[in-house]
Every structure is written in structure tokens, then in C-alpha cells.
Nanobody, 121 residues
């Protein structure tokens, strides 16, 4: 069984910073893509940032220049550094991983439980 556990959310004032972490644990043979999505109330879940299968990064236009995704492959962990936060960044942030649990299985999508980020004065 695979688990994605996020941490680092919270309440921050506009212009502030937060760092989210996501640890993938359990039966993991190979990770294809790993990244962050968010869902604000009344809106659809959207991609925030991710690593592509080739190792490059991909960002939503709304966060470019403010958010940075990074990873520690040895620890199957991905981070999201969020700077210059705005009220419109308020959402539940979800970690996502597309991975093979074992050599014999295909790639599957896994999601964390989500962590709340609230940007408000």
C-alpha cells in the first residue's frame, strides 16, 4: 500500500511564505510524476506544480515566479515553497504521485489527504 502524507499548511498573511512537504511511503518501485494540486471552495482541482517524467518542472501560470517545486529522490519527498502568497492561493493543497507500486504493476495515481492553506490578513 502506498501513502502520500502532506504537511506544512496553515494560515499566513498576504505576502508571506509557506513550505509544503509530501512524503511517499509504502510499496514504491518507481515514481513517474510527482506534484501538487489545489482545490479552492467551489472550484475544480487544478495543477499547481509538478515534475514531469523527464525531470523538468511544470507550473500553473498563476504561481510562476512565486512557487518553487523541489524534491529529494532518495526520500521520495517533494516540496512546494510558496512565496508572496495571495488570498487567491487559499485552497486545500493535494500531493499527487503517478507511480508503480511493484515491478509487475502498471503506473497508478495516488493522492494525499490534503493540507489547508489559508492566506488572509
Amino acid at each position: 500500500q502506498v501513502q502520500l502524507v502532506e504537511s506544512g499548511g496553515g494560515l499566513v498573511q498576504p505576502g508571506g511564505s509557506l513550505r509544503l512537504s509530501c512524503l511517499a511511503s509504502g510499496s514504491i518501485f518507481r515514481i513517474n510524476v510527482m506534484g501538487w494540486y489545489r482545490q479552492a471552495p467551489g472550484k475544480e482541482r487544478e495543477l499547481v506544480a509538478s515534475f514531469t517524467s523527464g525531470g523538468s518542472t511544470n507550473y500553473a501560470d498563476s504561481v510562476k515566479g512565486r512557487f518553487t517545486i523541489s524534491r529529494d529522490n532518495a526520500k521520495s519527498t517533494v516540496f512546494l515553497q510558496m512565496n508572496s502568497l495571495k488570498p487567491e492561493d487559499t485552497a486545500v493543497y493535494y500531493c499527487n504521485a503517478n507511480l508503480k507500486p511493484t515491478y509487475w504493476t502498471g503506473y497508478r495515481d495516488y493522492w494525499g489527504q490534503g493540507t489547508q492553506v489559508t492566506v488572509s490578513s
